[in-house]
T-cell receptor, first 113, second 113 residues
């Protein structure tokens, strides 16, 4: 049973465009939703995270939109740049669960110059 | 600032051999994790620890063992290596206070032939 479903598997965007990656979760006990960015040969690094008490969180060009009723959240990358080319993972965890992150399968983003 | 350090970076094992992946963190974090990453499958939790002397199984623990004798170190032991254990292994850590960032090491690439 996949607890966090991520789509698309891969995404190609032109420089300056908007990249959108979607995730859906099943466990209503999840209350923390981070996005991780991973460059080839490196470990994942936290990009941005949201709690379900807000519907949107923005940090620079990166925005998380959260829909609690639909159990969905998405990452929007505005003005995408070639340096944003990486694999992005959504994840979820619940309080009291030792912060065991459950990851989506990842989205490989390519931003063409 | 070292963060989470994993060794070795690359290793080739023969079927049936055993080895230990080393992980150490210098941030005095209580929580430590081992994940494996397979292509297109995201990251799956193998084992985790909430403090020295305390470990617990994650989603995919079979074929692995861990120990946590100190706060800094969390080695992962592979016994009787199998081709199915060919993967990239990531160690991670976080402090025990609040819902904060999980920091990942740079990964250990393991091939079992």
């Amino acid at each position: 049973q996949q607890q966090v479903k991520q789509s698309p598997q891969s995404l190609i965007v032109q420089k300056g465009g908007i990249s959108i990656i979607n995730c859906a979760y099943e466990n209503t006990a999840f209350d923390y939703f981070p996005w991780y960015q991973q460059f080839p040969g490196k470990g994942p690094a936290l990009l941005i995270a949201i709690r379900p008490d807000v519907s949107e969180k923005k940090e620079g060009r990166f925005t998380i939109s959260f829909n609690k009723s639909a159990k969905q959240f998405s990452l929007h990358i505005m003005d995408s740049q070639p340096g944003d080319s990486a694999t992005y993972f959504c994840a979820a965890s619940r309080e009291g669960g030792s912060e065991k992150l459950v990851f989506g399968k990842g989205t490989k983003l390519t931003v063409n110059p | 600032n070292a963060g989470v350090t994993q060794t070795p970076k690359f290793r080739i094992l023969k079927i049936g051999q055993s080895m230990t992946l080393q992980c150490t963190q210098d941030m005095n974090h209580n929580y430590m994790y081992w994940y494996r990453q397979d292509p297109g499958m995201g990251l799956k939790l193998i084992y985790y620890s909430v403090g020295a002397g305390i470990t617990d199984k994650g989603e995919v623990p079979n074929g692995y063992n861990v120990s946590r004798s100190t706060t800094e170190d969390f080695p992962l032991r592979l016994e009787l290596a199998a081709p199915s254990q060919t993967s990239v292994y990531f160690c991670a850590s976080r402090s025990g206070q609040g819902r904060n960032t999980i920091y990942f090491g740079e990964g250990s690439w393991l091939t079992v032939v």
